[in-house]
């Protein structure tokens, strides 16, 4: 019997059938840009909410810094498939992005860790020593892997903010917590890239969409105090008056991701460094 032929796609053969990167509008291009750049806005509302201050406020400032995440998340697979890249080759949606995450994913979670006072004052330094690792990691070239990893503590400081605010980690553990974060920012480790298609990316995505959806949770019921509070309110104030138990119950669940993420990285970076040993003992050998 003869076997089944494959099916041909006339169009595929065809280079001249085939969409060349100029037949994608340069409206589009900007587009997956602005929406890039919605980045800048949650920024700004989150600074704003930041320097007021007070438990609805730094409610606004999380939700904005996850909105920010889902906007990084996916603004990158818009750009690649609007071809941005290639049809606005002057201007560097790269470089709007890292600009966008410092603000979003660094400067303005310390901020609120600063502002929100979870860390005792004679420890507010540390908040300096991550500011300048993140700024260290951003600007490496080599900060992320052709195959999909992020080179170093990928500068997650929105999550470590937002933990230590709803979990109140006593003071010393919490500056400890920051200082052993921005230190791994300088160590060869690697880190997943869900976005970018990296080894359990399918499975870390629909973890990652079941963590989503239990951070809104804690942000619905975050505060079981809000009327009648002053403009500023200390951390002690907050958690012995407005975080509610709920909330706090459903965080500590919420960590199964955080937990699975860095298990997973770090047993990627001992394998990968076990591999590296064995390649240089063989090329010693």
């Known amino acids: 019997m003869k076997p089944p032929q494959p099916s041909i796609d006339p169009d595929a053969s065809d280079p001249a059938a085939q969409p060349s990167d100029g037949d994608w509008p340069q409206w589009a291009a900007w587009l997956a840009h602005a929406y890039t750049g919605l980045g800048l806005l949650l920024a ?9 201050g007070g438990s609805e406020s730094f409610r606004w400032a999380f939700a904005c810094m996850l909105a920010a995440c889902l906007v990084d998340a996916t603004d990158g697979s818009l750009a690649r498939r609007l071809h941005a890249k290639e049809v606005l080759p002057n201007f560097d949606g790269s470089k709007l992005d890292d600009i966008i995450d410092f603000l979003t994913f660094t400067s303005l979670p310390l901020l609120l860790v600063w502002r929100a006072e979870l860390l005792p004052p004679a420890l507010d330094a540390v908040l300096l ?9 951003f600007c490496q070239v080599q900060a992320k892997t052709p195959d999909g990893y992020f080179v170093g503590f990928p500068s997650y400081w929105n999550i470590v903010a937002f933990y230590l605010y709803v979990l109140q980690f006593p003071g010393w553990l919490a500056a400890a917590l920051v200082l052993v ?15 970018r298609g990296a080894v ?24 079981a105090h809000d009327a009648g509070e002053p403009p500023s309110i200390s951390a002690q104030a907050i958690s012995t008056q407005t975080i509610s138990t709920q909330s706090r ?17 770090w047993a990627i970076t001992l394998w990968r460094w076990r591999q590296t040993r064995q390649a240089s003992s063989q090329r010693e050998g």
């Open 129 to 137: 020593v991550a500011l300048v690792a993140s700024a260290y990691g």
């Open 181 to 195: 974060l921005a230190a791994l920012t300088f160590v060869p480790s690697y880190y997943l890239y869900p976005s």
């Open 249 to 265: 119950n459903l965080a500590l669940i919420s960590l199964f991701y955080p937990a699975y993420y860095m298990g997973v990285s």
């Open 44 to 52: 700004a509302v989150m600074a704003v909410c930041i320097v007021q």
């Open 200 to 223: 359990l990316s399918r499975f870390s995505n629909f973890l990652g969409g079941v963590w989503v959806m239990l951070l809104v949770a804690i942000l619905w019921t975050l505060h």
